[in-house]
């Protein structure tokens, strides 16, 4: 699974973001939804985002915040993705097209295929998102989208493996899984989670 896509979500320190991009992070994200432990502002994902290679995707994370506001905080922090997470419809992708950003759908619904809503990654979060809590991704109600779509919700570096063995994720997202306490990343975790993604 050497190509398997990896994003680690929710970074706040220049520590832990050097680590993930070591590691062989594809994308990292920055939580801009309020309300959240991992939550940072825009001149801190800036200046977090300024140190990431071109090739590793930024990513601002929103959640039921106006198409305005995603679109200020992107351009306040320079992100070059945006992740909407809530009740967003295809018409919000559309109006935030035009910036030429890298565009992910998350939802918790199951999903047919990636791009229904005009995005370029679809990912599938678990129920209860940033609980920790997995899918039951081994029952028989799974259903894998088809295209580029990243499996999130519980994963951590001693599940992760199964998952995509079993669910066949064109990619993966972590956050609470590589943290030491809640809303503080563990490099280590960080690199542990990548190495056995890929493995």
């Not at 992107?74 to 993705?81: D, F, H, P, Q, T």
């Not at 259903?143 to 499996?151: D, F, K, N, T």
Request: with cysteine.
């Amino acid at each position: 699974m050497a190509d398997l896509f990896v994003k680690i979500c929710g970074l706040k320190t220049a520590r832990d973001l050097d680590a993930a991009v070591a590691a062989g992070a594809d994308a990292v994200g920055f939580v801009f939804a309020p309300g959240s432990p991992r939550t940072v502002d825009a001149a801190t994902a800036r200046e977090l985002a300024a140190r990431v290679p071109d090739g590793v995707l930024t990513v601002g994370v929103f959640r039921g915040q106006t198409v305005a506001e995603v679109r200020r905080f992107a351009e306040e922090s320079g992100v070059r993705g945006v992740q909407l997470h809530g009740e967003e419809g295809p018409e919000d992708f559309a109006a935030l097209r035009a910036e030429g950003r890298t565009l992910l759908r998350a939802t918790a619904e199951h999903v047919k295929r990636c791009g229904e809503y005009g995005e370029d990654l679809l990912l599938l979060d678990a129920p209860d998102p940033g609980s920790g809590k997995p899918w039951n991704w081994g029952s028989a109600d799974f259903a894998a989208p088809e295209g580029r779509w990243l499996l999130a919700g519980g994963l951590n570096p001693g599940n992760v493996r199964e998952a995509v063995e079993v669910t066949g994720a064109w990619g993966v997202d972590v956050s609470s899984g590589v943290e030491r306490e809640r809303g503080v990343k563990s490099p280590e975790l960080i690199r542990a989670f990548i190495e056995a993604a890929r493995s």
